[in-house]
């Protein structure tokens, strides 16, 4: 299945989490068991430093205590079939006993917010599953485990995904850690994005929180819930964020499918309570609430669908609902982003006879190609669409109203948006008699989202006043780039250019009302 859906009923995933089972669970385990809690853990074959290595172990694996020789315990590593001794300080003994779901707890919340430390909170968690009664799991107690479960896995998702070059033994260990979390029933999938793979966390965790979640927020089975709405509410939200992460969209979907995906996105974020929030997280629903009916615009744009402007103008709501004074800093990129996916697709929400154009200059129109293909004619008083002056199709969302032809009719700018995230500009220029068309991308590298429009006309013919905000792919360092651009019509090649539109005069004296009133360029 492309997703699942949650039932209401959280007795459905309270019968789930009681019979929740991992893979080094499938067989009993003997008693007393400990778990792994440092980096190349050394399995040795005797109780000394000097002893042969029999094996390397890892946080968060479970082996059984068999015996303990002065400051190293004998166990067994069900995985491996094989036996051995470690150090006493690199393990934690655990019980199945419910005495001893109370401190397991505590070291998960712990853990829970120590980057590098996923492996070991996973497996904590999984101990805790395994000591905790029946009650507990149906409870709040329950409920941030899985929170907790779902955002590790995630964490650790992003980190294999970073890009960033690392240590031989950092390497190791992320490889390592990822291993151990399947073990422990969590799956990943990989997919290839710009030359990389982009590691993303299936989240069946999260799923979970928010199937039990709304019952525990009305009240539940426990009197101490009633007081814990806000933190049964950051949970949502935080499972929200985790199964709509944009970039954790399999790039080989079908059209339909993608666009199922992104409305059943959508059904999601929009149940989170956003009242109970910290501002920090309201700004993170909001900005992905953005980047999800962007994307559903551009989707219903390419099916000629009447509900494009709607969705369009949501997007742009959301992000404007963004409250940038409580924006922190490692949230500024996810800013950045859904600005661009907003940008990208806000031509939706502009009703074409906003923009109709004079008849008595060259103006676009389109017209149907091959089966899904839009051809765009440059027509006048003189070439109608039989002998348009100008003709050019694309299987791209082409934009009609945005089309904006220069006082001396001698050059027209249109955007054309072929990725949901990634829009062009195209320019159609008079050359003595000739017209011809120019594409202008959103940056000279290769973007992975980012947007380029025409901002204004400057006076003469012989300039145009320009936006363009992209962020490259990691393979290309994730670069990212915002800047306004006097450009030169002949060849496109920029004049003059500024971060800040103000520091270019240009920019004040032409720039175009339309522009201003409905781009996001300027934040």
């Not at 029999?54 to 303990?68: S, Y």
């Not at 991308?441 to 992975?448: L, M, N, R, V, Y």
């Not at 792919?473 to 994730?478: I, N």
Request: aromatic residues 8%; contains cysteine.
């Amino acid at each position: 299945m492309l997703f699942k859906r949650f039932s209401p009923l959280a007795h459905v995933f309270i019968a789930q989490a009681a019979m929740f089972s991992i893979a080094t669970m499938a067989q009993p385990v003997k008693l007393p068991t400990a778990l792994i809690t440092t980096d190349a853990t050394p399995l040795r074959a005797a109780p000394r430093d000097s002893a042969q290595q029999q094996a390397v172990l890892w946080p968060g694996e479970q082996v059984e205590v068999r015996g303990e020789r002065m400051d190293y315990l004998q166990v067994w590593d069900h995985k491996r079939e094989r036996g051995g001794f470690v150090r006493a300080s690199q393990l934690r003994r655990t019980t199945a006993q419910a005495a001893d779901a109370p401190e397991l707890l505590a070291q998960v919340r712990l853990v829970q917010g120590t980057p590098g430390s996923e492996a070991l909170g996973i497996g904590l968690a999984a101990a805790y599953i395994e000591a905790a009664p029946a009650q507990a799991l149906q409870g709040l107690a329950g409920l941030e485990v899985f929170d907790a479960l779902g955002t590790m896995a995630d964490r650790l998702a992003r980190r294999a995904s970073s890009g960033q070059v690392q240590a031989k033994s950092s390497e190791a260990a992320l490889a390592a850690h990822l291993e151990v979390a399947a073990r422990y029933g969590l799956n990943f999938t990989s997919y290839e994005q710009g030359g990389r793979m982009q590691v993303c966390y299936e989240g069946e965790m999260f799923r979970r929180v928010l199937g039990l979640a709304p019952a525990l927020a009305q009240g539940g089975t426990s009197p101490a819930i009633s007081g814990a709405s806000r933190a049964v509410s950051e949970m949502q939200a935080r499972a929200a964020l985790g199964l709509t992460r944009p970039e954790c969209t399999d790039p080989n979907l079908r059209m339909a499918d993608a666009q199922r995906l992104q409305q059943w996105r959508a059904e999601v974020l929009d149940k989170i309570d956003m009242q109970p929030l910290p501002h920090y997280l309201k700004n993170r629903i909001h900005m992905r609430r953005a980047a999800v009916f962007s994307s559903l615009a551009y989707q219903q744009a390419r099916k000629s669908d009447g509900t494009a402007q709607a969705l369009a103008e949501r997007a742009v709501s959301e992000l404007a609902s963004v409250s940038k004074t409580e924006l922190p800093d490692e949230d500024q990129a996810a800013y950045n982003d859904a600005a661009m996916r907003v940008n990208a697709s806000r031509w939706a929400a502009v009703p074409a006879a906003l923009t109709a154009p004079s008849p008595k200059l060259p103006h676009i129109v389109t017209t149907p190609g091959q089966p899904g293909e839009t051809c765009v004619l440059l027509i006048d008083t003189q070439h109608d669409t039989a002998k348009p002056l100008a003709r050019r199709c694309t299987f791209s969302v082409v934009w009609p109203q945005s089309a904006s032809t220069n006082r001396e009719g001698t050059a027209i700018a249109l955007a054309v948006q072929p990725l949901e995230a990634w829009r062009e500009l195209w320019v159609f220029q008079k050359t003595g008699s000739e017209w011809r068309i120019d594409v202008l991308p959103p940056a000279t590298f290769q973007p992975e989202l980012g947007y380029a429009e025409f901002a204004g006309w400057v006076p003469g013919g012989t300039q145009l006043l320009v936006a363009r905000e992209a962020r490259g792919s990691k393979e290309d360092g994730a670069r990212y780039r915002r800047n306004y651009e006097v450009t030169r019509l002949a060849d496109l090649s920029i004049e003059r250019q500024s971060s800040d539109p103000s520091a270019l005069g240009a920019f004040q004296r032409w720039q175009d009302l339309m522009w201003k009133k409905w781009s996001v360029s300027v934040r």
